[in-house]
């Protein structure tokens, strides 16, 4: 019990905090500019897709419950056009806490007006995330490159593997 507690109170105090707009696109241009130094290949991806959305700063933690909050925006045409948050709960071992960026590409004009039309789109349910990880070379499976959603998850350490979008709740916020 005091851990859902503990992890209620968590994701409350990230809301009640929530940042200005001017805060998250500084933080997005950052992430962006993070993403593109890290992989030239997930950059020249981002080049080709429709909508970019941009979680900067992703924080997760829990004690046995866990949770995660972060806010970001939907770049179109590389301008502004949304801001969002993200939010999953957990069940099961765990402890600590971590933070991370969470990049998702739209590559196409339907699935972008899809995510746009919803009202809360969950990943895996309202559309399936391709985590991409990278081969040799800073290369991209081809398979991935070719589906419709492409997400990244990395951290100032690089990109992080074993991590999914699955679950994970994106909703529009008004600003």
């Known amino acids: 019990m005091r851990a859902l507690v503990a992890a209620l109170l968590l994701v409350s105090a990230t809301v009640a905090s929530a940042a ?6 500084a933080k997005v241009r950052e992430a962006l500019a993070n993403f593109r130094q890290q992989t030239s290949a997930g950059a020249e991806l981002a080049k080709k ?3 970019i959305l941009v979680f900067p700063n992703v924080i997760k933690a829990g004690i046995g419950v866990g949770g995660e909050f972060g806010e970001g925006a ?3 045409n590389g301008k502004t056009a949304a801001y969002y948050n993200i939010a999953a709960a957990s ?8 933070e991370r960026s969470q990049i998702i590409l739209f590559m196409t004009d339907k699935v972008l007006a899809q995510f746009r039309k919803s ?3 969950k990943a895996g349910v309202d559309g399936s995330v391709a985590l991409a990880t990278l081969g040799a070379g800073d290369a991209i499976d081809t398979e991935t490159a070719k589906k419709p ?3 990244f998850i990395f951290s100032g350490k690089g990109l992080m593997y ?3 979008f699955e679950g994970s709740k994106i909703s529009r916020v008004k600003k």
């Open 119 to 121: 009202d809360g789109w």
């Open 74 to 76: 939907l770049l179109v």
């Open 91 to 98: 069940l099961g071992f765990q402890l600590g806490a971590q």
């Open 20 to 25: 200005s707009t001017a805060e998250i696109d």
């Open 49 to 51: 897709a429709t909508g």
């Open 162 to 164: 074993n991590l999914t």
């Open 149 to 151: 959603i492409i997400g």
